[in-house]
């Protein structure tokens, strides 16, 4: 009685002692074993599935190579220039390694270079925009050699001049020997605030600008600015501070208008006196503007009072900033002067005009004259 045994997925049954007619079923078994085994010549042989040999040995081989086209010709892993590469886990088992090549022939691991093969003699790698290490020379001050030798060249300035000097500073940061070129610089002179160099009395510092002081700095002198300006200093707090431009009370800008108008009205209600107004832009809405009236009245019979508008809105109330009474019946003509401090908190144009009126609602009063000069002037107060 013939077994059944399986080659590649096909089921052969393979005679037994005493069969009979077993020519067929072993001839057939035979052919597909022939034809599914591994040759020592070689061959094609295309697998259905992974092998598996156990975990107690593995493979031992010349090389192994990829399925890609143009693969390396040498090497134990041949693999093609646009192959998926080498990858392996990360550490925390949540995503791949990958070690492969770009179209520059750099090694690159997860996208990012590994290092670069060569590297041109007294060249130095510098990273470029892309933060990918670049061969370059050094270039600018100095030179580089491929011992390691740095070479400074000739350099211009305030401090001197020196062409290739070996130089030696000391602990301080002054040079105190140079093989070529000006005499070191050896010593800070306190007295005169300036550093010179051996047997000279010139200063040869030159002060970058701008100028960084760590503090506390203590000035020994004058500070000459000459055409140039201190500038984001801060508001000083204490009388001993410097004060900062914006502290200084000055007038940013003033402007007046002057007129020989003369109004009249009989109301109590202040009336606008013509051609008593001006108006002022501020520069900024912190400012102050001040306000200065000098105009005539003429008070008939009743008590004239003046005041000040802003863009119409009443400064002092329905009191007025000055008060002038007659005297009995008798008619007082004279000149009022008075000035009021504003706070409009804007950068916007101001207009400021000069309102009157009278205390009976009857009485004819007048403000302004034909014989006088009424002005109003408006000052913006930094």
């Known amino acids: 009685m013939s077994i059944p045994l399986t080659i590649n997925g096909a089921v052969f ?3 037994v002692n005493f069969d009979e007619n077993w020519g067929v079923d ?3 078994w035979a052919q597909a074993v022939t034809n599914g085994m591994l040759q020592m010549s070689g061959g094609s042989f295309p697998l259905t599935a992974e092998v598996d040999f156990g975990g107690s040995f593995g493979i031992k081989a010349l090389y192994l190579k990829s399925r890609e086209t143009n693969i390396a010709s040498t090497g134990i892993v041949r693999l093609a220039n646009a192959s ?4 392996w886990r990360n550490g925390t088992n949540t995503g791949n390694l990958v070690l492969t090549t770009d179209a520059g022939n750099n090694l690159l691991f997860n996208g990012t270079p590994v290092a670069q093969v060569t590297l041109t003699n007294a060249h130095i790698f510098v990273g470029n925009i892309s933060n990918i290490p670049t061969d370059v020379a050094l270039s600018g ?3 580089l050699a491929n011992t390691g030798a740095l070479t400074l060249n000739t350099v211009n300035g305030n401090v001197g001049s020196f062409t290739n000097a070996s130089i030696t500073v000391n602990a301080k940061g002054l040079i105190t020997a140079a093989s070529s070129g000006t005499a070191p610089v050896t010593s800070v002179s306190g007295t005169a605030n300036q550093i010179t160099s051996t047997g000279g009395t010139t200063p040869v510092l030159a002060i970058a600008n701008p100028l960084t002081l760590p503090g506390p700095v203590i000035a020994g002198g004058a500070i000459a600015m000459n055409a140039n300006k201190i500038t984001g200093l801060a508001n000083g707090t204490t009388s001993t501070d410097a004060a900062a431009f914006g502290q200084i009370p000055v007038f940013a800008a003033a402007v007046q208008t002057a007129s020989q108008i003369q109004t009249t009205t009989t109301s109590s209600t202040f009336t606008a006196a013509t ?3 001006v108006t002022i832009t501020p520069v900024s809405a912190s400012h102050r503007v001040k306000v200065t009236v000098s105009t005539q009245i003429a008070t008939g019979s009743d008590r004239v009072r ?9 400064l002092s109330g329905a009191s007025g900033f000055t008060d002038t009474t007659s ?14 401090i504003d706070s409009p908190a804007t950068t916007s144009a101001t207009t400021y005009q000069v309102f009157f009126r009278n205390n009976d609602n009857t ?3 007048t403000c302004g004259s034909t014989n006088f000069v009424s002005v109003i002037m408006a000052e913006e107060i930094a």
């Open 275 to 277: 051609g008593q107004s």
């Open 306 to 314: 003046l005041t000040i508008k802003r863009n119409a809105v009443e």
């Open 13 to 15: 049954e393979y005679p």
């Open 141 to 143: 001050d100095a030179t």
């Open 84 to 87: 998926a590469g080498i990858v």
């Open 363 to 365: 009485t004819s009063i």
């Open 26 to 28: 072993a001839t057939g």
């Open 327 to 340: 005297a009995g019946a008798t008619a007082l003509a004279t000149t009022i002067s008075f000035s009021y």
